[in-house]
């Protein structure tokens, strides 16, 4: 193209040139040369005139923004114009194209979980996305054009930085959460320049502290009645006819309730991995929620075997939708709960409840006690697996750690919620309320 015009150009020169020469000549010939050079001047005087004219546009013209249309010019002029218009009009289009990728491109950064820094010389900040902002405690309208280096301060991230190798990822504390977590990698690309990408690792950390805590309290949870299992063996294997008949049964039925406990265990394990690892949603039974609740009272009362005075309160005929098998399983952990952190002569209150009474015209179910109480520091780690908060009274009275946090899972998968309130010293209610898409009557 620009060959082109410059032909164009080197033609409207000539041209005009070649033919005021012609004319200078045939006045020659036919007049004087005074008259060839009369029209001669005559001639050049009107091209220069024409030139200065479209090249007074020209210069105009490209003084102005770049989408101004080109002057329409004469003659071979008006070529060279539309020329020079076509290959603007080109690579205009050929710049909505990348300006358009760019967009493209930097709304992809945006939306990006992990953040993303551009680091141009110096490693100074050139771009960085939403999440970054967040990671690094940064502003863009305020850190652009600035070395990282001199916002992040954290001594490590600055090693890194520096390091020759950033091949392997940097774990570092997040500036913006004292507990949140941060992995970190640096990538080069275009020479000097450097893609920084961060990724929030808190909840990864988190759920490995937790696994590690699960495998250290089930191993101690087991230890203890192995432990136990094996010594009555083991002494009576030593020593079988040291002892009497009622020794050795003595030691057997130990021995048989430790099993026990550990089958518990392992149950209320598979039960808990189940509803953890993403089992089925629960059947959308029809549950006579009377029933289901004095059946769990009785089991309550023989759990009690007495030593608690106990008391059943219903209200409403509300038919829960949902696994009988889960839902038996949720209240019965919480009455037997009760039982458990009640003291001897203590009071028990299991109750269900539905209509307009309930928040939402849904479904209550509850479980009250007058026992030891929980402090309020302890209510919100009460669902988290093994967590005890009378670690000596659950072991006595047979508790796994686990009760609660199966609770939980049944109570989420239900769309219901968990509710509790405790004094310590005066005693706790724990309380599921159910939507009332849960219960039958009220969609009637």
């Known amino acids: 193209m620009i060959f082109r015009s410059v032909r164009y150009i080197g033609l409207g020169i000539a041209l005009p040139v070649l033919s005021m020469l012609a004319l200078a000549a045939l006045a020659g010939l036919y007049r004087d040369s005074d008259a060839a050079l009369a029209i001669l001047a005559l001639c050049v005087l009107g091209w220069a005139i024409m030139l200065a004219r479209h090249l007074r546009l020209l210069v105009e013209w490209a003084r102005q923004p770049v989408d101004t249309p080109v002057p329409r010019g004469e003659g071979l002029w008006g070529s060279v114009f539309a020329e020079i218009g076509d290959r603007f009009e080109r690579e205009a289009e050929v710049r909505e194209k990348l300006s358009a990728e760019l967009g493209r491109f930097q709304q992809a950064a945006q939306a990006m979980p992990d953040g993303v820094l551009y680091l141009g010389e110096g490693d100074r900040i050139e771009w960085l996305n939403p999440v970054a902002e967040q990671h690094f405690d940064l502003d863009r309208r305020d850190h652009l054009r600035i070395p990282i280096g001199n916002l992040v301060r954290q001594p490590e991230f600055i090693r890194y930085l520096e390091a020759g190798d950033q091949s392997e990822p940097l774990l570092m504390r997040s500036l913006r959460r004292k507990e949140g977590a941060l992995q970190v990698q640096l990538i080069r690309f275009a020479g000097h320049r450097r893609l920084l990408l961060s990724r929030d ?51 057997l039925t130990l021995a048989s309730e430790q099993s026990t406990r550990m089958q518990c265990l392992i149950e209320e ?29 009785d089991e309550t009362r023989l759990l009690s075997a007495g030593r608690h005075t106990l008391r059943l309160d219903l209200a409403g005929d509300g ?11 949720a209240f019965a952990n919480l009455a037997s709960n009760a039982v458990r952190y009640t003291p001897t002569g203590g009071h028990i209150e299991i109750g269900w409840r ?15 006690d007058d026992g030891i109480g929980i402090d309020a520091a302890d209510i919100p780690r009460l669902t988290e697996r093994f967590y005890r908060v009378d670690r000596g009274r659950s072991r006595e009275t047979g508790g796994t750690g686990l009760g609660l946090a199966i609770v939980k899972h049944v109570v989420t998968r239900h769309r219901a919620e968990l509710v509790v309130d405790s004094t310590p010293g005066k005693g706790s209610r724990f309380t599921v309320r159910f939507p009332p898409a849960r219960i039958e009557h009220a969609q009637r």
């Open 269 to 297: 394990l598979l039960t808990l991995s189940a509803l953890e690892t993403g089992a089925p949603a629960p059947l959308e039974e029809a549950v006579e929620a009377e029933v289901l609740v004095r059946e769990v009272y």
């Open 201 to 251: 690792i808190s909840q990864l950390e988190k759920l490995e502290n937790m696994r590690r805590d699960f495998v250290a309290n089930v191993s101690h949870e087991l230890r203890t009645p192995l432990t136990v299992v094996g010594g009555f063996l083991e002494t009576l294997i030593d020593g079988l006819d040291d002892f009497s008949r009622a020794d050795v049964l003595h030691y």
């Open 354 to 368: 539905s209509g307009p009474e309930c928040a939402g015209g849904g479904g209550e179910f509850w479980v009250g």
């Open 319 to 329: 038919t829960l939708l949902g696994s009988r098998k889960e839902l038996h399983s």
